[in-house]
């Protein structure tokens, strides 16, 4: 999750730094999946298509509510109770993630995803947190249809 500093406010902390992990895939050469821990305030803007397409798969109903809401109000829905400045990003990539090579499970390719946004690699999953001093509280848990049940 990065390194944690105090928020002052009600004893939570905040994620201070992006972090990255790369997922092996069995004998394959290039990852699997990329697992990025991003805080709010480091999240990219050009993550935020992926983000609602994702969003748009797994939550239709509530996407047709947010297709055209400012982004400032889409993450604000997203970060349900909680201030969107107190929130991470945990976001899983397919392959070695932005900026990395393509993906591959065991010499295959995966099954389709969400298609990727300019050249970020698709989005598979997300969740959004708040981490706190003794536990991370995660919600808004979406993962692509054609991942689902995979394991």
């Not at 790369?22 to 803007?45: E, F, K, M, V, Y």
């Not at 992926?50 to 982004?71: G, N, Q, V, Y």
């Not at 993450?75 to 107190?86: F, G, K, M, T, Y």
């Amino acid at each position: 999750m990065g390194d944690p500093s105090p928020s002052g406010r009600s004893g939570r902390l905040s994620a201070s730094a992006i972090t990255t992990t790369r997922i092996p895939a069995g004998n394959a050469t290039r990852p699997l999946a990329t697992l990025q821990t991003i805080p709010a305030a480091s999240l990219p803007p050009a993550f935020l298509p992926p983000i609602r397409a994702l969003h748009a798969a797994c939550f239709p109903e509530d996407a047709a509510d947010m297709a055209t809401a400012p982004d400032a109000a889409f993450l604000e829905r997203l970060a349900w109770l909680h201030e969107p400045a107190e929130c991470v990003w945990v976001l899983c990539w397919g392959g070695a993630g932005p900026g990395g090579e393509g993906m591959a499970i065991d010499g295959a390719p995966p099954p389709a995803a969400p298609p990727p946004s300019s050249s970020l690699p698709p989005l598979l999953a997300m969740v959004t947190a708040v981490p706190y001093p003794a536990s991370f509280f995660g919600f808004n848990l979406a993962v692509a249809p054609a991942w689902r049940g995979l394991g």
